[in-house]
């Protein structure tokens, strides 16, 4: 590892194969805590290049746990998190808002680091059994239209790493990960990201898949539509600015998002808003959300139509039925 961070600290960059190789042998366990802390440390300090992403991507997807759901047309929606903002889990209840209008949801998530609480600390907190035994998800596809995917039980590299993670506490390239290696693949993809630096790296990437996606910022650093200014979108029919007046909505002041201090906090309002029970801000949020991922499903539809798609899903508690399926699972 000495003379991988030697080459760090002089400011040189990795090619695509140096990553992947780099990644692979961290999941394997062969660099102590503190080589590894340092390694993740130097990509906080300097920005990652598209090599070395990808290089990493790929070394993520080699190692994992695939998993066939056997269902052609899935979607996640997934933000890289580490925008600091601490929001409640917004991609999590839009995707059981999509599952609840009759889509099929691959969600990979994993515990919060950078900030309080991950979609894994709630699904945990409220019940949800990890696994990663590709029949039990496949009954969560049939019965909720929704499966979980808990990242650490499919990546053995985010296991190796996570105690590491944890103790650091800041955003790290594995945030930056974590929303391009779902083990399931899906076909369909809404992903959020923090900075447009890294929007832009995701849509040169994504643009040589086979996949339907929106990459989305917020133009204030959050990593999904925040609903408190614009945002830009990254997709197959290229790069948009969206307004908030252009999708009927006027701006929110960031308080009316922020999540709870504690992980029983972030459930409360988690079943909340599946509940009815949440504020006008929240539930618009979310649904905002699920509509861009419906759209990224059914490009020819209107936002409106998907928003009126996802609303529907919400207030007649189908996607409260998709969770409590999932849980009874």
Known sequence: MKPILNHLFEN?????????????????????????????????????????????????????LAID???????????TGGDGKDTF??????????????????????YGVSSGCGSSNVMEYLGYQFTNNADALRRSIDTANICFLHAPLFHPAMKTVAPIRKELGVKTFFNMLGPMVNPAMPKNQLVGVYNLELARMYAYLYQRSDRKYTILNALDGYDEISLTCDFKTFSVDGEKINTLKSIGFERIDPSAITGGNT???????????????????????VLANAALAIKTINPQNSFGDCFYEAENSLLSKKALASFKNLLDN
Do not use: P, W
């Open 69 to 79: 759901l056997e269902s052609g047309d899935l979607i996640d929606l997934c933000g």
């Open 12 to 64: 040189k960059t990795l090619t695509r194969e140096q990553a992947r190789d780099i990644l692979t042998l961290i999941s394997q366990g062969l660099y102590n805590n503190s080589q590894m802390a340092a390694f993740m440390t130097a990509y906080c300090m300097r920005n990652i290049t598209v090599n070395e992403l990808e290089g990493f991507r790929d070394a993520m997807l080699e190692l994992c």
């Open 263 to 285: 992980v029983s906090e972030s459930a409360a309002i988690f079943m909340q808003v599946l509940m009815g029970d949440c504020t006008t801000a929240q539930s618009n949020v």
């Open 89 to 110: 889990n917004i991609s999590t209840l839009a995707s059981f808002v999509v599952a609840g209008a009759g889509y099929k949801v691959a969600k990979h998530g994993n």
